[in-house]
């Protein structure tokens, strides 16, 4: 069998790669290390098919280094101190070794640590490849023994270029017309070897007529969107979920669900965070948030999909289009870091049940007013430990019902300083 045209294709330069401008532009990291001749222990951080392995090879070929690829994925630390006892005999005779590892947030903590000391050597000058973002899967140590590139997915005009890229190496045509090229570049959604795989299938697959967008989505399969269930892009989705609702830009927050739904994300996991939202930054300005949420999700578990998903839209809107405070988690942090720093300071006794004589004697219960019994339904009586005072931990904002809550604490707030005023301690 022959190779993947992707691999055929895949240029031996550094100059010959399409897109990353960023790193391979003029003052990029990777264009510094090339003009220098000089290489640095690199991590390429970066999505499928943007190039990472590209990269590497070329970056090995700029200088002449023997290039030494390994998958963390089938190899352990074995592989590893094989692959340092070569580099050394290839140090011995004068060559040097470009060490690249694909996936090597794979590596466990033990794996990781096993490079440092051929890093710190200079026996290999070592690349590693990830999906994952380095800061959260890679050590400390490594991490500071390395540079970082960022690679981003592949632009459309990027891909259009390697089209034509393909059609010169190969002497074919591809058979669509310029909308289904267009087509093609916005299904690859920035993965070159998902570009090229499906370039080398319309090539070999003898259409006899050029094909329009809607006869390309029936011919190949789209690329499935990037986002794994526990990764970077699973939480930056759901940031951007979060965030949007915040900023009240509830078409954002359509959006950015929408790409979770469709790329498999998990309804459940979805609908407890905009029920957490509901009551995290609406909170008490429209307190309906939260019974809408809760309401939503039974809906969604008692329809399913695609019927329920109506009921996940509405609950986006709502919660978008709603009032924003965290007056309610607030005075939450505020009322447990106090709780943390008292201890255990007993309640006011006026406050506390007398079931025994005993306690009634000691003064359990003793001033203690039943606040319905009042004129104004308020008694404005201490709940606070005597020796803390009072305190203030929620403070409702001018927005929404939280505006109506407002009104009615400094209401009360007047009525417990004129009974205070009045009480006969003060007289």
């Not at 008692?302 to 005075?331: C, F, H, M, W």
């Not at 720093?341 to 006011?348: D, E, I, N, Q, R």
Request: charged residues 25%; hydrophobic residues 40%; glycine residues 6%.
């Amino acid at each position: 069998m022959t190779r993947p045209l992707a691999d055929l294709m895949r240029p031996n330069q550094i100059d010959d790669i399409v897109g990353q401008t960023t790193l391979l532009g003029e003052n990029g990291l990777v264009r510094r290390m090339v003009d220098n001749k000089k290489l640095s222990n690199l991590i390429l951080w970066g999505p499928p098919g943007c190039g990472k392995t590209t990269i590497a090879r070329a970056l090995a070929n700029s200088v002449d280094m023997d290039f030494v690829p390994m998958s963390a994925v089938f190899s352990g630390t074995a592989d590893i101190k094989k692959a340092m006892d070569a580099a050394r005999m290839n140090r011995d005779i004068g060559r040097n070794t470009l060490l690249f590892i694909d996936e090597i947030h794979r590596f466990n903590k033990t794996q990781q640590d096993t490079l440092l000391p051929y890093l710190e050597d200079g026996t290999v000058v070592f690349m590693g490849a990830t999906t994952e973002n380095p800061s959260f899967n890679l050590n400390n140590a490594l991490l500071s023994r390395c540079h970082v590139g960022v690679l981003q997915p592949l632009a459309s005009e990027d891909l259009l270029t390697l089209m034509s890229r393909a059609e010169e190496f190969t002497s074919k045509k591809l058979p669509l017309d310029n909308d289904a090229r267009i087509h093609l570049a916005q299904m690859a959604d920035g993965d070159a070897r998902f570009l090229l795989n499906t370039v080398e299938y319309l090539f070999n697959a003898n259409f006899k007529t050029q094909l329009s967008p809607d006869a390309l989505d029936s011919a190949v399969q789209k690329r499935a969107p990037l986002s794994d269930k526990h990764g970077d892009e699973h939480y930056n989705l759901i940031s951007a979920v979060h965030k949007s609702l915040r900023a009240s830009d509830t078409d954002a927050a359509l959006y950015w669900v929408a790409r979770m739904m469709t790329s498999g994300q998990d309804p459940m996991y979805i609908f407890r965070r905009l029920t957490r939202f509901a009551v995290e930054d609406v909170g008490l300005a429209d307190p309906n948030a939260l019974q809408i949420a809760i309401s939503a999700w039974n809906a969604y578990e008692r329809l399913g999909s695609p019927e329920g998903d109506l009921a996940l839209t509405q609950l986006v809107i709502y919660l978008g289009t709603a009032p924003k405070s965290i007056g309610n988690y607030r005075a939450q942090k505020a009322a447990y870091a106090a709780a943390r720093a008292t201890g255990s300071l007993m309640p006011p006794k006026n406050i506390l049940n007398a079931p025994t004589k005993m306690m009634h004697e000691m003064g359990y219960n003793a001033g203690y007013v039943y606040d319905p019994d009042t004129a104004t339904g308020f008694s404005g009586q201490n709940c606070f430990p005597e020796s803390m005072g009072r305190q203030k931990y929620y403070f409702p904002v001018e927005r929404g019902f939280e505006r109506e809550i407002k009104k009615r604490l400094e209401y009360w707030d007047s009525l417990r300083e004129k009974i205070n005023k009045n009480s006969p301690s003060n007289n």
